[in-house]
């Protein structure tokens, strides 16, 4: 199938090259001229514009980095005429975003395109750079069954874990609530796993009980947070690789946002998202998101 | 083995029930007659007080409601003269407390238990009343190897999960840490379940997409807050049965006076501990503990 | 001085009522007919779109409800042609911003108007529809210092303190990080006095020590929230009239967004926010913001 | 007047002083002889003991670290012999008890002292070593008004400010209460300033609006956190001198507890506790507790 793809970072890039392994044919674009030449050197035609890489394609994927990005590349102009993807697409085509924005906005852009006869799914997704090489990303898409239908073995491409989450917009949903609720376990655990140390526990026995417990989380028994406790996670080599604090920071800033604009008290929510600030300004925002624990150990 | 129980109610009598069972002899004693007498139906000898209660026999276990309860059973005095335990007791009986208690006082009693030449386990438990009487608690136990050897076929007679946590007082931070813990993930299922569900999503799909990824957690695949998500849990039948929510309070309540004793910083954990206390103020207290979900959605 | 005035509500009618008394001559623009009524029957004249009312005049007011309303009145189109205040001023009117909008906005807005040859100032105002009636609003103003001392006497016709807060951008900085300490120092307050009262003290007694000591607040010795401490406050008359629990928690949301935009923790200023969507979210938005007090407190 | 004096620390010791200046006289108590020292180079007569010290005198005055040290000076025993207060007043004789504890222990001491023929009143201070010096301290009383009248001529040889709160352990509510309110406030300020500084203003005409707005409390007015906003405060001198973050982590710790006891919510105390606990974890305890806003910006 041939296939625009606007987007070409460090998720981009590899979920391009495993539609390429698929046998499909891209167009390309991104504002950053050595990310393009990456795929060029792959064969990809390059396109000037979203709408020119749009155009004469069977289907557009998108990976953008915030909602404005989304907005613009959907629906911009440039220098005063239309740019965007909307603009250049034939009716009928799919697009499909996998960039992480608020539903909102994912909402508001799916209409645009449908009133220009376009259907559109959300498609953020989990598994970090080494789920997008391995193409073991979990992608939470939002919109009509049929889009779904139509989209899932273009995902599986680049992905295991394709689920529905309903309309247009629940994709988002489903990808900042469950973020939200994996911030606050995370801090959860480092606060249970930093007690039970600082009173007089085995940091490997207390993460046993607890994994065997009601206390159990993902952050407890598959990514726990403190040193020594797992082997093979980022708190066993000083908190480097895995999923940045300050991209949980910017997740949990999304998922607020939302919160407030939907008049939804979220408390814990909204302590996690302070405390990854205060986290991110002492300097740590570029470790992993399990470094959170720095709050409340001493090194 | 002639056990001496103090502390009959409604977690001791089945405790108790269980030990008989497995054809334990009983001298019990607790200050409330109708709750004897329960025990004296199935033809356990009466103590007139926690010394006597200690007075020849072999090993002896206490299940008591707070840490004043159990420094005066052990250590107290009744009209000026020695009444506690350690002063009916001979030495070299094991003492198993199975009460929830500070870390602190669980220490404290321990010591003064060893200088009068008894060793002590403090061995609290998780599963409830239904646990209890199923005999399939799980204890949480500090003290010394040998002791914890000695007093495990004993609470294998009430129990299923019978896990060494290292020395004195070790039982009850386990305790405390995972309940602790639990309470915060519990919450943070509460906002994550209310929120995606005012977004527009489904409970059920929302749970589903959270249970198979990094925001899973014991409160939302074992026992979702959110009503009609799981079946045979609280939320279900109207938060009747299950974990009290003023029970999940006390426990707050001791986590959080631990953290600040040991100067440990446990910032989610004290707010979660306020935002159980403002749901008892609300008049939630007797409900279960998943209840909490009731601070952030409308019934 | 003949001045173009938009945004007629509860606050922009008593403030364009006080520069006709100062013998200013108005013309007027609001959506809504009603409120436009109730102007020209004071003898203004009526603009058709903010182009059209800002055409021809000497300055212009806006009072209006967020900062997409600011950016549509000042920059928008209407049917693909544009219909802003910038697209029918005349290069060198000053232009008055009185919407509490957040600084960003504020700063773009300026920017905007300075490309188009006008200059402009924010100008936020407190004092709530009381003070706007009387003419006795603050006035905090961001701006160039020339442009301060040309909107003074205009400003002074509708208030009474008009302070210079720097820059384009600083009165929308001071007016929101004053209500942010306003919102925690009256829940410090509430929580303060319903403690006190819960531990045995007379109110009247707690507020007159803590008004005496270094407990003192605007909240405490002005707009005590807690009933019968204070005469002629909404705490004395059922929570009403006053500043709505709703205005406080838009403008919460404003301050907080604006925090994690700049990325500067505020976390009192977080948990006040969750605690005001809380008290709406019980139904409380329309009393006074007082009634916070409702969360701590029996009635 | 004959008064026994126990606790010589450093508010202890000017405290003495002045009741000297104004020409009483003391028997005092201290376990530490080189406090006791310097006050009989002054020429008071030494006790051995509480008892002894409260033997033969007129009114006995006490200023001691916390609970556990007041119960223990007024009831406790050595060596298995009573060697408390209690134990050797004479009936009659007033006790004034001026340590800063919780209001429960307070009220229960009163009791003692009552059953043992002897009335109490709690008046823990304000005002620092500086105020103790001075004698300028503010006294806040619980007890009743007849015992008020008798303590005030005493309390008026040390302070300033005698405010009389109502019965027994009001001192203690109000002083703990007010210190609560203070810390809120001080972080609302320290959260107000750093914000509006990041957002652009300068810190002195941001906090000259908030003193003259409805954002003004003591914190802001008085003892700006802020270096360089205000001249003679610890913030511009290195937060040197002034009330120590641990000692307000400590009054924070008492009162929180106290609202646990008295299932009191207080969501922003204990969010204040946490946050001046973190400070101190990151070794700033010795500090002033205007340093608090070191959490919010960079040196």
Redesign the interface.
């Known amino acids: 199938m041939k296939i625009g793809f606007i987007g070409l970072g460090h998720m981009g890039n590899p979920m391009a090259r495993n539609l390429l392994k698929h046998g499909h044919t891209l167009k390309v674009f991104d504002v950053v001229p050595d990310l393009v030449r990456k795929l060029t050197e792959l064969g990809c035609e390059v396109a000037s514009s979203p709408a020119a890489c749009a155009q004469g394609v069977e289907l557009v994927v998108t990976m953008l980095p915030s909602s404005p990005h989304v907005r613009s590349v959907y629906t911009g102009k440039d220098s005063g005429k239309d740019s965007g993807i909307l603009s250049g697409v034939s009716p009928g085509v799919l697009l499909i975003d996998s960039s992480t924005i608020d ?1 909102h906005t994912a909402r508001d852009v799916a209409m645009d395109a449908r009133a220009h006869g376009n259907n559109m799914v959300d498609a953020p997704v ?1 598994g970090g750079t080494g789920g997008a090489e391995a193409g073991t990303l ?1 992608f ?1 898409v939002g919109g009509d069954s049929a889009d779904f239908e139509k989209a899932k073995p273009i995902l599986q491409c680049m992905g295991k ?1 394709i ?1 529905h ?3 247009a ?2 994709g988002q ?2 990808k900042i ?6 911030a ?2 995370m ?3 480092a ?6 140390v ?5 940091p490997k ?2 993460a ?3 994994n ?9 028994d ?2 726990n947070p403190f040193p020594g406790v797992l082997e093979n996670v980022p708190a066993s080599r000083g908190y480097t690789g895995g999923f940045g604090a300050d991209l949980m920071l910017k997740d949990l ?1 999304l ?6 604009a ?14 990854y ?2 986290h ?2 002492m300097g740590h925002g570029a470790l992993d998101f399990s470094s959170i624990i720095k ?2 150990k ?1 090194d």
Not at 191 to 196: F, S
Not at 212 to 220: A, D, E, L
Not at 263 to 275: R, W, Y
């Open positions: 539903p989990s979990t939470m874990n689920v989450c309903g309309g917009g629940n949903v489903a609530c469950n973020n939200m609720m994996l606050i376990e801090i959860a655990t606060e249970g796993m930093a007690l039970a600082t009173l007089g526990m085995d026995v207390f046993g009980i607890a065997t417990s009601s206390g159990r989380c993902w952050s407890s598959t990514y800033t998922v607020t946002e939302a919160a407030k939907a008049k939804q008290p979220v408390m814990l929510g909204a302590a996690a998202q302070q405390l600030q205060m991110s300004t709050l409340y001493k």
